[in-house]
Each structure stands twice: as C-alpha cells, then as structure tokens.
C-alpha cells in the first residue's frame, strides 16, 4: 500500500488549504483514513479521522469547525480542507490507513499513531501570521 499526501503550501492566516491523499495497492484502504500532524521539535498529533466503509468523522478538538474530512471510496482518495488556518497549524501533515477490528475498536483507538499501518510521506502546511 502506497499512500500520496500532496495538497499542502504556504497560506495566510485566516486561509484554507485542501489536503489530499491518494492510496494505491492492493486493499489500499482497509478500514480508516487518518490525518496527522507534526510541528518542529512536536510530536506527532491527531487531526481527523474516517472510516471507509460508514463515513464517519471524528476531529481533534482544535479542528472541530475548522475542519472537513472527506473520502471517495471509488478513487480510494481521501481529503482534509482546512478553513480558517493560524500559525499554530503550521507543521509536516501526514495521512494514515488503519486497520480496527470494528467500529467500537476505532472509535476507542482512532488517535493512537501506532494503530495506523501505512503512512504517507507527508506534506507541509506554513501558515503565516
């Protein structure tokens, strides 16, 4: 499995930004689409979630708003648009497939980094102020 994060830029604050990611491979998506990120000298953290199959969406609480995350089964994509963009959201963003067992396993575990099997290569986000 081969996942492409591509989408990310420079923007300024108060701007959008559409992340997109494409799998590719066998099973590409098997149960969950996640989106990471990382600021410099940060780990890594939980942005927004979802499930292939259902279409159901969690973010972290500082996206909660700000943030749509969307997928298209068919073209095994997956999207994450950010409106309203503050410096603090600059960092490297990654995006993830997870394998869960069922959806009361993903939804206890969907922020866990090690849950996540495939990873994309990640993309920058700078927001400047």
């Known amino acids: 499995v081969q996942l492409q994060a591509s989408g990310g830029g420079l923007v300024q604050a108060g701007g959008s930004l559409r992340l997109s990611c494409a799998a590719s491979?066998?099973?590409?998506?098997?149960?969950?689409m996640g989106w990471f990120r990382q600021a410099p000298g940060k780990e890594r953290e939980f942005v927004a979630a979802?499930?292939?199959?259902?279409?159901?969406?969690v973010y972290a609480e500082y996206a909660k708003g700000r943030s749509t995350i969307s997928r298209d089964n068919s073209r095994s994509k997956g999207d994450l648009l950010m409106n309203s963009l503050k410096p603090e959201d600059t960092g490297v963003y990654y995006c993830?497939?997870?394998?869960?067992?069922?959806?009361?396993?993903?939804?206890?575990?969907?922020?866990?980094?090690?849950?996540?099997?495939?990873w994309g290569q990640g993309t920058q986000v700078t927001v400047s102020s």
């Open positions: 979802i499930t292939w199959r259902s279409g159901s969406r």
């Open positions: 993830a497939t997870g394998s869960f067992s069922n959806d009361f396993d993903w939804t206890r575990d969907y922020t866990n980094t090690r849950r996540y099997n495939y």
């Open positions: 491979g066998r099973a590409a998506v098997t149960y969950s």
